[in-house]
């Protein structure tokens, strides 16, 4: 009962009061469309994060919603919870990007905002993320990962796309779970180089930590297929494969040259923090 005492407290805390030091962790959580299940992963992960007692920041990067989503988030006036919102839906690629960028964390999680990683698996990250690794990302490929409810289908394209990665000479062999931990100087050089807007920015990152020389792991995870997901399994595979290929061709143009800013080539709008945090 103690301890569940010192969880709550912990978390009241962070609700109510500004954290009082820098954030040692920010959590950056892409929303596009999410109303049944934002507020859910919010309660989640601020739970955990907070008893962990460490001072950390939660930072909602919706991607023009067109639901309540946004509504939802501003009512909870968090004191430690920012809202970044774009002026329309633009890709999960760029609402990742804004969100790290914004973030003050000396450690950056990435998570979805169905959970289908448990927040409770950032502990295995972090650890490794002690010992001198750069980007950490969560498998569900690895030795000992857990994974429920994937579909057939999902299994099918996962394996074909891992046999493509690896000819592309990236050792990581889950790269699109969407649970990854970067130390902040990875975090900055790599958003600040992505260019790819959609679902295969997790790719583009990946490679452009191999090119850079930064320390990647890949650790195991628990991973539950969340229902609801509005994701075409086959639709997003073959954009990745095509990425594949943009990807390799903005390296040979030089679009990944050192101190040329993400998504140079057109016009961006500003984030807008309008939740909790400094501005």
């Not at 919706?62 to 004191?79: C, E, I, K, P, Y």
């Not at 633009?90 to 990007?97: D, F, L, Q, T």
């Not at 099918?156 to 062999?173: A, E, K, P, W, Y």
Request: net charge positive; aromatic share 8%; hydrophobic share 40%.
């Amino acid at each position: 009962m103690t301890g569940a005492r010192s969880a709550y407290r912990a978390y009241r805390d962070w609700v109510t009061e500004p954290n009082g030091s820098p954030p040692v962790v920010s959590v950056v959580i892409p929303a596009y469309n999410e109303e049944w299940r934002i507020l859910p992963t919010i309660g989640a992960i601020a739970t955990h994060m907070s008893a962990r007692g460490e001072p950390w920041e939660l930072i909602i990067a919706d991607d023009g919603s067109t639901d309540t989503t946004r509504t939802l988030v501003q009512d909870l006036r968090f004191a430690n919870l920012r809202l970044l919102i774009a002026d329309r839906n633009r890709g999960k690629g760029s609402a990742v990007r804004r969100g790290v960028l914004a973030a003050q964390g000396d450690l950056v999680l990435f998570a979805d905002a169905d959970q289908s990683t448990p927040i409770e698996q950032y502990d295995r990250l972090a650890g490794l993320s002690g010992q001198g690794y750069d980007v950490v990302v969560g498998s569900r490929s690895a030795d000992g990962a857990r994974v429920s409810g994937k579909s057939l289908t999902r299994r099918v394209l996962s394996g074909g796309l891992q046999t493509v990665v690896r000819g592309f000479g990236i050792s990581v062999s889950d790269t699109q779970c969407g649970f990854k931990l970067f130390t902040r100087d990875a975090a900055r050089t790599l958003f600040t180089t992505q260019i790819v807007d959609g679902f295969s920015f997790d790719l583009e990152v990946l490679y452009l930590a191999h090119r850079r020389g930064f320390r990647v792991a890949e650790v195991p995870v628990e991973w539950i297929d969340a229902p609801g997901s509005t994701v075409d399994a086959a639709k997003v595979s073959l954009q990745f494969v095509r990425d594949l290929a943009r990807i390799r061709l903005n390296d040979l143009r030089g679009r990944y040259a050192p101190g040329r800013p993400a998504g140079h080539d057109r016009p961006t709008t500003p984030p807008v923090p309008s939740v909790g945090g400094p501005p």
